[in-house]
């Protein structure tokens, strides 16, 4: 089969596409590709989540990466993907590899290559890595076992991590906040990290599904509401001040208010941008997916700060963040980083920076929006997910961008975005936007209005044209 990277590394369905043969040609191709840019020498990190036969294929990559001559430090249990990428810095690694899908369903596995700088590899990277896997077969693969004893060695990626947090939070204002916190682990590998924290700033926690869960209980590790009705029905009925997740590498957030309301990543990154701006050193540019909410936009306006549009992947926003002039980096789907962290997706550090903010402001999250809306006004979002074949979605973003609508919802169309996919921006400053996932056979339709009217009407327009594709 052919191995193709997506937004953010290889995944596939285990023992279909994601087998221990494909997993060893392609830890072979990056052996390969580490040796040929000279980077093999500074060794390299292997992880793994908590999804069945995790660890098994992280062991087996780390096997032909130490036979190819390559020192692996190999982590002693599951990790976080955001905290392999403070790893790689600490260490000053020539890269890691996590063996994760991230918020997938059980059933799938993944492969993700991050690079030196501790964010996700770039496309001319992983294209190198591809045409490597093509010209392997399983003869070409690397496996020693006295090589495997010598070079691979066992590590605790927790501590460097834990204490570069220390670093980029406000732990004294932080401390002086004294909040009811419900966690839930999802039944992943958030335990240690979130709950040590917050633990250790004197917090009243509790935590549900801590359990280490192959199935993760029978959900998607994706913190969305759907998967999260444990957590709000705490929060309602115990009193929490807040709900706090991750999904299941850690890279993503989810957020619950203390009414029990699930907040729309959209809606936190907003708030943790304002509250950025008025805490930490400014820097010129910030950076944000193009389908993320446009009201970072108008916080930046009126900052004098600089809005970088970027493709969907972290791996874009990486760099922005790796030039020391970008202040923060986000995207709808629950991911974002700031300056002087790691040039990655933190779920674990956006948690913690939306309970500095509650302990700034001295509001809820709902006061806080509130201040924010007043302000710049009130911005209605929402992605649509659909299953569809992916060379039907592919085919219907094609035709739009060939022959886009003039207008929608009675509104002109003033630009065609087709940085990803198809995004129409409309006379009014409201858009709509199309593309298909990079890693799952599904089309996602984003939109956007400044009002409740509009948003009724995207939405339904944009039902309609889904419902078209045949």
Known sequence: ???????????????????????????????NYLKQTKKAKKGIIVAYDTRFLSKDFARETAKVLSSNDINVYLSKGPTPTPVVAYNIIDKKAGGAIVISASHNPPEYNGFKFSSENGGPSLKEVTNRVEKEVKNLNLRDIKL?????????KLFNPAPP??????????????????????????NGIISGY?????????????????????????????PLPENLKGLIKKVKKEGFDLGLTVDGDSDRFGVIDNRGS??????????????????????????????????????????????????????????????????????????????????EKDGILADLLVVEAISYFKKSIKEILSDIY??????????????????????????????????????????????????????????????????????????ESRSKKGFSNLMNEAKRMINSIS
């Open 1 to 31: 089969m052919r191995i193709k990277f997506g937004t953010s590394g290889w995944r596939g369905v285990i023992s279909e596409d994601f087998t221990f043969d494909n997993v060893r040609l392609l830890s072979q191709a990056v052996a």
């Open 374 to 447: 007043k302000r710049y006004g009130r911005f209605y979002n929402k992605r649509i997910n659909v299953e569809i074949d992916k060379s039907k979605g592919m085919k219907f973003v094609e035709r739009l961008s060939k022959d886009p609508p003039e207008r929608i919802i009675g509104l002109k169309v003033v630009e065609i975005n087709q940085l990803d996919g198809c995004k129409f921006i409309l006379e009014n400053g409201d858009w709509l936007m199309f593309r298909m996932s990079g890693t799952e056979p599904v089309m996602r339709c984003y939109f």
């Open 262 to 343: 699930f907040i729309i990543p959209n809606q936190i990154i907003g708030l943790i941008f304002y509250y950025l701006v008025k805490t930490r050193k400014k820097r010129p540019i910030v950076a944000r997916s193009v389908s993320t909410t446009h009201l970072v936009d108008e916080i930046a306006k009126d900052h004098g700060i600089e809005v970088k549009e970027t493709s969907i992947g972290f791996k874009y926003i990486s760099e922005l963040l790796t030039t020391g002039s970008c202040i923060f980096g986000a995207e709808e789907s629950g991911g974002l980083s700031i300056e002087g962290h790691v040039p």
């Open 161 to 186: 991590y834990l204490k570069q947090l220390e670093k980029v939070l406000d732990l004294k204002l932080m401390k002086r906040a004294r909040m009811k916190i419900a966690i839930d682990c999802m």
């Open 144 to 152: 020693d076992e006295r090589k495997a004893k010598k070079r691979i």
């Open 194 to 222: 979130l709950d040590k924290v917050l633990t250790k700033l004197g917090y009243e926690i509790d935590i549900i599904n801590y359990e280490q869960d192959p199935l993760f209980n029978g959900r998607n590790p994706d």
